[in-house]
């Protein structure tokens, strides 16, 4: 549908809807988000941003199916008790994917819990990712081998740290992007605030990533802000805020793919907020039903990220029954070797608890990796002598 609204340049391509009638306005994100590919797989006439070639949605696609598979399989392992925990992105996958896309090497991602996939999508190890969630590493990866750092669980904590390396970068006259995600919810932190003003004053090269997807556990959105969007909170730190339907892997690509290029050609900081839904419980550990309706989620149904763009790449002929195969199969792939490597039990010595956080340590944790390394001893004789090594069993 056109409007008056999705006319003119994106605030992050240094325009404003319409023509901005001010610097000020320049920095607002439009009315309605940016949407290139509709949600029945016709491109929209929104000319803010341009569409992203065939070949390159096409790449982007595959990794979606990828993505989809990922989030299954993790769920799966999760009920057959091989993962702890696993805050699936199902209904998600074009913000995973998008996000790792836009970045080059020399870039750094700074990704929530919530993004496995993203951090897949970016290069890591999909066994060494999940190692966290099953509990038996600090992280499953070294941040430094793909510019990726660790999965973050306090919410907006790995902003600051974004913009730290950002600012690092800066410093060094290094061409690094940071792109750094958060969710709604996080945007209620304290630390949210602190990251964007730094951000905004030093110049410095980050983008940061919302991915609205209207739930912070169960509170939703409207609880959480009363801003006419998240993406309107950038003018108040002096940086461009910009709006993208979330399930829209086009848009997602342009809209990031431009406050990409932004940053790396000295332009500084920008916002972009996804519009999305949380289509899964937040974890296994939470039940959605107790504070949303099966309606609700259904609405969302029809918006789903990966029909959309299998419908228009189909209608073009990009992707043909062969290639869907191919990706099926690459996807089964990956997902059969997720299935094997966590099938494998893995010999975990517990007393690494106590390493790789402080290079010396402080005197409780001395005195608990002490205990520790007694009980583990006691057990080894119990072992040994063939009884338990329990009180019951009349060691302790
Ligand atoms: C500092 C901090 N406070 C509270 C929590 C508990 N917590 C974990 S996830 C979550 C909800 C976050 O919602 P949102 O930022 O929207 O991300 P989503 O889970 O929807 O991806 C909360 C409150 C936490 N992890 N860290
Ligand atoms: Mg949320």
Redesign the pocket.
């Known amino acids: 549908m056109s409007t008056a609204t999705n006319k003119g340049r994106g605030s992050l391509m240094g325009g404003a809807p319409g023509g901005a009638p001010s610097a000020a306005h320049a920095l607002l994100p439009s009315d309605e988000p940016v949407q290139l590919v509709d949600q029945h797989g016709h491109p929209t006439d929104d000319e803010r941003y341009p569409l992203p070639d065939g070949e390159r949605l096409l790449g982007a696609y595959g990794r979606l199916v990828t993505g989809r598979r990922i989030n299954d399989q993790a769920n799966a392992l999760v009920r057959q008790g091989r993962l702890a925990v696993y ?1 699936s992105s199902h209904g998600q996958e074009a913000c995973q994917v998008a996000a790792a896309v836009v970045l080059g090497g020399e870039d750094w991602l700074f990704p ?3 993004d496995t996939v993203a951090v897949i999508t970016r290069g890591v190890d999909p066994l060494e990712v999940l190692t966290l969630l099953r509990g038996d590493w600090h992280a499953g990866y070294d941040p430094y081998e793909h510019r990726v750092a660790t999965q973050a ?5 790995q902003l600051l740290h974004a913009v730290g390396v950002a600012h690092a970068a800066k410093l060094r006259g290094e061409p690094t992007v940071v792109l750094a995600m ?6 209620s ?1 304290g630390d949210f605030h602190e990251a964007l003003n730094f951000a905004a004053v030093f110049h410095v090269p980050v983008v940061f990533f919302i ?3 209207e ?3 169960s ?1 939703p959105l409207k609880n ?1 802000t009363v801003a006419p969007s998240l993406a309107h909170k950038a003018i108040g730190y002096g940086m461009p805020g910009e709006r993208v339907d979330g399930n829209d892997l086009a848009a997602l690509l342009a809209v990031l793919g431009a406050a990409v290029d932004r940053a790396r050609d000295g332009g500084g900081p920008s916002l972009v907020e996804a519009h999305t839904y ?1 289509m899964q419980a ?1 974890t296994n550990a939470d039940d959605a039903t107790r504070y949303r309706s099966a309606d609700d989620v259904e609405r969302w149904v029809p918006r789903d990220p990966i029909a959309r763009m299998r419908t228009y790449l189909r209608t073009l002929d990009l992707l043909t029954d062969e290639g869907e195969r191919a990706l099926a199969d690459d996807a089964d792939a990956i997902a059969a070797a997720i299935r094997k490597g966590l099938n494998t039990e893995v010999d975990v010595n517990p007393a690494e608890l106590f390493e790789y956080v402080y290079t010396e340590k402080t005197s409780q944790l001395r005195e608990q990796a002490a205990l520790l390394r007694e009980e583990l001893a006691r057990d080894a004789d119990a072992a040994a002598a063939g009884t338990d090594g329990s009180i019951e069993g009349g060691r302790r």
């Open positions: 805050p929530t819990y919530r669980t306090p919410l907006a904590t958060c969710g709604d919810g996080a945007t932190e991915q609205n997807n739930f912070a556990i509170v959480q949380r937040h």
